[in-house]
């Protein structure tokens, strides 16, 4: 998070992106700890891609934005893949959500591969436009009610 607020001084941001940003990596980085610095840019355009194309019409022709997303699913379901498989070759455990889902701990269900994959997908997918946008909101109604916004300073400064 603190990333993403540094160098914001004096600077006009767009909020929607920062927090759209912040909505994905976060999620992203407690699926997967250990290859999130190395996979997640390329991962994010693809799973962009998937974004604009569940809120398009769905006319699954080459060059419709829906196209894009399925094929922008599939590229991230193929990079989450790789990970799978490169974690299956090593001997090392990792203790984040993507290990837990793959060692199947406490579970009654057998989960095949590609419904965990799903499964990540859809945990990343549930919470990004949602939070980015309320974020986002939240940010814009205290940029707009300044008395809102040193109330909230107040408050947290007390805890």
């Known amino acids: 998070m603190g990333s993403h607020l540094s ?3 004096g600077k006009t941001i767009d909020i929607q992106e920062k927090t759209n940003q ?3 990596l976060i999620p992203f980085k407690q699926i997967m700890e ?6 997640y840019e390329s991962f994010k355009r693809e ?6 194309g569940t809120i398009s019409l769905p006319i699954n022709i080459p060059g419709t934005s829906y ?3 399925f094929q922008g699913r599939k590229n991230a379901i193929r990079m989450l893949k790789g990970v799978m ?3 299956r070759a090593s001997s090392i455990s990792q203790d984040d959500m993507f290990g837990y889902l793959m060692r199947n701990e406490g579970s009654k269900y057998d989960l095949r591969d590609e419904e965990i994959l799903d499964q990540l997908v859809t945990i990343l997918y549930s919470g990004y436009e949602t939070v ?3 974020s986002m909101m939240a940010v814009k109604y205290l940029l707009d009610n300044p008395r809102a ?3 909230l300073r107040e408050e947290h400064l007390a805890i």
């Not at 799973?47 to 604009?52: A, G, T």
């Open 132 to 134: 980015s946008t309320t």
């Open 7 to 9: 160098n914001w001084d």
């Open 34 to 39: 250990a290859e999130s610095a190395s996979i």
């Open 47 to 52: 799973f962009d891609k998937l974004v604009v």
């Open 149 to 151: 916004l040193q109330q």
């Open 22 to 24: 912040m909505a994905l």
């Open 85 to 87: 498989e490169k974690r």
């Open 67 to 69: 196209y894009h997303g």
